[in-house]
């Protein structure tokens, strides 16, 4: 049993997944990164998965790591520590399916790193991202320098990360980190709304432009369009295509299979 996250299939195929350490600002500690680890690679390989929310218990998101299970460690535990939680960010990173971050609060440090692995990710009017490592001798280890310049620049990211400021959501907004921000009451049933909308879409074609869109953005435009043809080329002689074309055709809803 999950002591540290809760997962809830909140409609076929949709899944909630939420930090559930509210007593500790649901700050990533060693259970919480093995939990998601197993999560992940559990689900991974599952077809039926066609979307997944990840959100926070209570006022906080994610407070980033557990300062006070650190505190004292030696350098090899935090080392090992640390090995766990890159394993964790690798796996939340290799999911196929659509990942969307519903960001209710604070997201610090380790909390704004898996933000920044979800695909895109939607706000709380009182949330709050930002990356303080360098105000405790270190920086982020979870890809958070290289995600967070991929979607706001390398002269806004280099003052976040030098700074440790923190941005509250309308500046996330307009940044680029977030691409809405809600009323706290309402972030997570629109988050959902969204989240059903994209399940419903056809699965082969929501992975290979997940697919697409990560591997092209890191590659020469030629590259990137040749990426897209090869998925293209797969897609239309698919099982979904015919079904959704004839769908589109009589007028009714798709019952895409993911063949």
């Known amino acids: 049993m999950n002591q540290t996250i809760a997962v809830e299939e909140t409609a076929p195929g949709l899944l909630v997944v939420t930090l ?150 309308a500046e996330a907004l307009s940044v680029g980190i977030v691409n809405r921000v809600c009323p706290p009451e309402a972030l997570l049933p629109q988050v959902l709304e969204r989240a059903a909308l994209i399940a419903a879409k056809a699965p082969l074609s929501v992975r290979a432009l997940k697919r697409v869109v990560r591997g092209g953005a890191v590659l020469p435009l030629d590259r990137a369009m040749a990426l897209e043809l090869e998925a293209y080329n797969h897609l239309f002689t698919t099982q979904d295509r015919r079904e959704g074309v004839a769908a589109f055709n009589k007028k009714r809803s798709p019952d895409f299979k993911g063949r």
């Open 20 to 169: 559930s350490r509210p007593e500790a600002a649901n700050s990533l500690n060693t259970a919480m990164g093995r939990e998601l680890l197993a999560l992940w690679l559990r689900i991974a390989d599952d077809e039926q998965v066609r979307a997944v929310v990840l959100t926070g218990a209570g006022r906080f998101f994610c407070a980033g790591a557990d300062l006070k299970e650190r505190d004292g460690m030696t350098d090899a535990a935090w080392g090992e520590q640390h090995r766990l939680f890159e394993d964790m960010i690798r796996a939340q990173l290799a999911c196929p399916f659509p990942l969307i971050a519903a960001i209710n609060g604070a997201a610090m440090g380790g909390g704004a790193e898996m933000a920044l692995a979800c695909d895109f990710a939607w706000a709380s009017e009182t949330a709050r991202i930002g990356l303080p490592e360098a105000g405790l001798g270190i920086i982020p280890g979870l890809g958070g320098t290289q995600l967070l310049t991929r979607a706001v620049g390398e002269r806004r990211a280099a003052e976040m990360l030098m700074s440790g400021a923190p941005v509250d959501a």
